[in-house]
Nanobody, 122 residues
């Protein structure tokens, strides 16, 4: 069993930056670690994912602005978010899974955190 906890959300002005952190406890992260987000009234959507052995993926909407990285030693994954836009406002979730067939499908991830709120203001 893996417990996943997100942190780092908050209120930021458009154009600003935030760094989200995802920590795992109980055991190390599974092979895939992904960030997803859900805005009010919308479905949960893929943001970024990193494979523990290397490789990262991004949604088109965040490519060039967000960077996912991992710290193997501290068992953490980060999401650096720059040039934030109003439409980035959402609850951001971190998830991990071993048998992920499609890194962008939230159904493929086994363990989820409770989410951290990101609000981008004008």
């Amino acid at each position: 069993q893996v417990q996943v906890v997100e942190s780092g959300g908050g209120l930021v002005q458009a154009g600003g930056s935030l760094r989200l952190s995802c920590a795992a406890s109980g055991r190390t992260f599974s092979t895939y670690v992904g960030w997803f987000r859900q805005a009010p009234g919308k479905e949960r959507e893929f943001v970024a994912a990193v494979i523990w052995s290397g490789g990262s993926y991004y949604a088109d909407s965040v490519k060039g602005r967000f960077t996912i990285s991992r710290d193997n030693g501290n068992n953490r994954v980060y999401l650096q978010m720059n040039s934030l836009k109003l439409e980035d406002t959402a609850v951001y979730y971190c998830a991990t899974g071993s048998l992920v067939i499609s890194y962008y499908r939230y159904e493929d991830y086994d363990y989820w955190g409770q989410g951290t709120q990101v609000n981008v203001s004008s």
